[in-house]
């Protein structure tokens, strides 16, 4: 979202005011820089599980994935498991969120105590941000969800020598749910 704002900006371009825009211009970062302050949501799916306000990281939700696919050998975190916070199973943390301080901890493995101050100071400053956040979002709908079988690679580079190309059956984009 980042990389259209900050094409249009090097480009002399405005961004197009039919639509909401929700990229910022990132030249000032990369020429001069500058240091930009702004959170961070991160979401899967329609849930935001974490959010992050400058070197302050809360998780609202932990899962990195199933039982099942780790069963499988998928694992999304090969090495950097960290109790309570690399969960199979969908950990709500929302009354509570685990937070982590970047600068000091930037692998995420050690939670701030619930009751220190600097958390509590913190997760003030956060809860503000996320109540701002869902109070003037707009879902939109997701563009990444679409599956079809004709676009998947049915020629690889040589396929021709070795006679061995496979016709791709025809176009049928169709919904797709992905487990995480």
Known sequence: MDLFTTSLSLAGLQPPSDRQIDGIDLLPAILQGQLIDRPIF???????????????????WTWSNSWEEYGKGIDFCPGQNVSG??????EEHTTLPLLFHLGRDPGEKYPLSFASAEYQGAMERISNVVQQHKATMVPGQPQLNVCDKAVMNWSPPGCEKLGKCLKPPESEPKKCIWPH
Do not use: Q
């Open 42 to 60: 991160y979401y899967r799916g329609n849930e935001m599980m974490a959010v992050r306000v400058g070197l302050y990281k809360a998780h609202y």
């Open 85 to 90: 916070v690399t969960t199979h199973t969908k």
